[in-house]
Nanobody
Framework: QVRLVESGGGLVQPGGSLRLSCAVSGNQFNIGSLAWYRQAPGKERELVARITEGITRYSDSVLGRFTISRDFAADGASSVVNLEMRNLGPEDTALYLC?????????????WGQGTQVTVSS
């Protein structure tokens, strides 16, 4: 199994920065892609950024402002997926969710965290 716990959300002024983190526990060998999604009230869930074996992809709406990265613990038994967000605007206000796509023994399974709220407002 895989467990995801997000942190780092909060209230930030327009133009500000925020760093989200997602603690990933479970068998790292069976985790393929890790991604950040977001969902604003009344809108569909949107893929923000994904990292797969070090290769990153971003939605057009955050390209150049957001950076996704993954850090492994020294023993390789866990990892953290970070989302650095810069030049935030009100349109970035949403619940941000961490997602893990299973491979190998967990192939075809998706795992989700509870989410962390980001609010951009003056």
């Amino acid at each position: 199994q895989v467990r995801l716990v997000e942190s780092g959300g909060g209230l930030v002024q327009p133009g500000g920065s925020l760093r989200l983190s997602c603690a990933v526990s479970g068998n790292q060998f069976n985790i393929g892609s890790l991604a950040w999604y977001r969902q604003a009230p009344g809108k569909e869930r949107e893929l923000v950024a994904r990292i797969t074996e070090g290769i990153t992809r971003y939605s057009d709406s955050v390209l150049g402002r957001f950076t996704i990265s993954r850090d492994f613990a020294a023993d390789g038994a866990s990892s953290v997926v970070n989302l650095e967000m810069r030049n935030l605007g009100p349109e970035d206000t949403a619940l941000y969710l961490c997602n893990a796509a299973g491979v190998r023994l967990l192939r075809g399974r998706d795992f989700w965290g509870q989410g962390t709220q980001v609010t951009v407002s003056s």
